[in-house]
């Protein structure tokens, strides 16, 4: 497939060139740009410090307290509990909670929720429920009112998702081919996702992760956001296939599989050329032939010149087909031309050993060459 890009012009000899012709265009891949691939994401660890967390905390981390003016009411432990204490919910299912609190060391249980506010209670649990959640950043709160006339309080932490309606690929202002060696923005479209904060977007090469990105918008609310990764496509990446898959990191309190998405394929062309592999000099030996090769893509147009006129090339070489040999060369970069001096030797025994040498030599180009 990769050779097949390339107009290969075989001068009817056997090439028995030197080595030592040195600007020969030997590809080297352009470097490739930084790729941070991560590792698949281990599985995402549990919200961290939202003090109001853990379930079964007797004391919570740092309760909440407010209290009447001038009362003290720091060395009153705050024993709610809530159950579950981490919830993700997806946007439009139930959602019910139970705070409760051990001991009667209180007056009142209630909850602090703009949705389905339950009564106060003198029970020792009330539970919050709704049938449908649709609101994004709801922020309920459980609270004691305490005998000593204090009130602690007990965040829940809840996230309210929606996966992605769509997730598209595109390339930043560009339409139609690339031009090897250039730098390319890929653009990944997620649309209607919340929240977007723990949406993780890998690009993708046929099966190949280039890098993730991650945005830093908190908006709780569906969002349509784009994300960007740069490429610099090399002649190999002719007709590779660029994709995107949008991933929405919840954590184990999350769905057991994490809503994905992906994009449809994005077909790169890659075009390049006229790039020429040949030597500046050559020895060939009578009746051999060389190869120069001579690529692009789309394939160039090819013209041989010897001493300024043009020249089909000889079947069978002979001495005076020794010379300056100029390829001109017309591909998608434009026009280009590469002049060589090719010297013929005479007979087939008398330079074998130093034709071989050289032999290996060009071998040796072409296999660079070709990797
Ligand atoms: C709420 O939790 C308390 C304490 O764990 C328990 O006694 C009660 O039955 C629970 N209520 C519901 C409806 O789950
Ligand atoms: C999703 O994106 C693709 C590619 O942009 C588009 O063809 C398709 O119509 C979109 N589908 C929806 C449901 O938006
Ligand atoms: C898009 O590309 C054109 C030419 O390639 C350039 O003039 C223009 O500034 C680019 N626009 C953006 C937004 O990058
Ligand atoms: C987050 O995204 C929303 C919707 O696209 C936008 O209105 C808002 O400005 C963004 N916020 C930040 C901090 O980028
Ligand atoms: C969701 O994103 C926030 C902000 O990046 C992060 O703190 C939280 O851990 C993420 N949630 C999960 C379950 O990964
Ligand atoms: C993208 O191409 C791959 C490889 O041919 C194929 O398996 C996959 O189904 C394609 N994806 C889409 C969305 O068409
Ligand atoms: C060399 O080859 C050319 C054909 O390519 C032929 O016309 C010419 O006569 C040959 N010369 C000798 C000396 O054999
Ligand atoms: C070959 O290239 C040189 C410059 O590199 C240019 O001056 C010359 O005209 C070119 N010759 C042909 C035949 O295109």
Known sequence: MFTSRWSVVFLLFRLFSSVNSSPVPIYTPAPTHPLQISPPTPSPTILPSLPTS??????????????????SAKSVLCPLTVSPSILVVRFKDPVKVNCSVPAMSFSALGWEVSLAKPELTTEHFLVWSVDSMTDWSVKPA?????????????DLSLIVYKPPDNVSISVDNHTGSMIEGRQYTLLCTVYNVAPVENVTVTFYKEQTPLGQVQSSNTTKTPVTEIFSWNICPKKEDDGVRYWCEAK????????????????????ARVHFGPQFACPTRMWIREGESLGCEVGGNPPPLVIWYKDGEVVDLPSHSNLTHAGKYTVWAEGFLGKKNFTMEVEVLPGSGTANSFNRHFLFGVLLIQTTYWL
Do not use: W, Y
């Open 248 to 267: 929405l990191e919840l954590g184990p309190e999350g769905p057991q599989n994490p809503p994905v998405a992906i994009s449809q394929n994005l077909s």
């Open 142 to 154: 459980c609270f004691a009112l305490v005998e000593q006339g204090g009130q602690c309080q007990l």
């Open 54 to 71: 853990s379930p079964l905390s007797t004391p919570p981390p740092s309760p909440h307290f407010s209290s009447d003016p001038g009362e």
